[in-house]
């Protein structure tokens, strides 16, 4: 016996793979310009990476003009 | 639509307003960030914790430059952020967004995250420039801040589904209920705990500048998405 099926699909769908896609790199991008104080680099450099804070000094005018807190 | 074409596309709009933002941010914000930074050099010399040096100036000239060609780049990668939480939100709610256009929507939605994402946590806890803010309450001043964002930008998506589930005639309760519901976390969320000593005209200035500024790239990003989603339906 035969089946016909209509499947009706979007002609602008996104696929979900795309938006789970950007849902990390929004995470991971809030992260980075907004909240590290030195915390990726610690991976590699380790208590100095805290001290050096180079993530923070290079986003301190942003983080300032777009409201993040800042020291 | 293939995935990568989709994330590339929404990427490159993202960087691009943020490269804007980061352009408006060298003109409007950062005069104030210089001001604000040169009073924090006053302190230092006051105190004995650095000289009034032709040395001091070449070095602080050169991070300062430094620092200025971050901002750029930290706002493209800003961009990147927000574009990408932009098309997400875009691309799921496009159908139930009012306008007859893809641009119209866009920008209804620009504006809705604008006073989301934007406004309401700007109003609890608004930009402040360099020496306002204790280093030893950053973690938790951040922490507080992402956390509004977070509680409002939920907050309106909980109520949309709310008001779809209601009668046309009475969505406007939804909106009611947002209201309340902001109104009480904003009294709930506890005060930025630091003390303010710098001038409050210098403050004052400088938060108007940071708003007008965010508002801008708000609406740029906003319209570049509208290009850029008017650009696939032409295509289709």
Known sequence: MSETRQINVSKNSVPKLALIALG???VAGLFLVGFDQGHVFSLVYGEQAFTDSF???????MRHAAGFPCH | MK????IISILVSGAFSGLIYGGINLFVVEPFLDEAIGLENQHLFESGKAEDTPQFW?????????QKGGQI?????????????????????????????????????????????FLIPFLKYPSNPPTVGEEETIVLRTTLYLM??????????????????LFKNKRWFALLGFGAFIASIFILMPENPDKIFAPMELVNNFRIASALSLTCFWIILGFIHGLFWQKIDKKQ
């Open chain 2, 148 to 165: 509004f964002i977070g509680i409002s930008g939920f907050g309106a998506l909980g109520f949309y589904k709310i008001s779809k589930k």
């Open chain 1, 24 to 26: 990390l790199i929004f």
């Open chain 2, 3 to 6: 995935s990568s074409i989709f």
């Open chain 2, 73 to 117: 780049f930290a706002s493209v990668i800003l961009g990147i952020v927000f574009g990408s939480l932009f098309g997400i939100i875009f691309s799921l709610s496009k159908d139930s967004l009012p306008g007859n256009s893809f641009m119209k929507k866009s920008l209804i939605l620009s504006g809705i995250l604008w006073a989301t994402i």
């Open chain 2, 58 to 66: 070449i070095e602080y000239e050169g991070y300062r430059t430094w």
């Open chain 1, 55 to 61: 993530l923070h000094e290079l986003t301190h005018d």
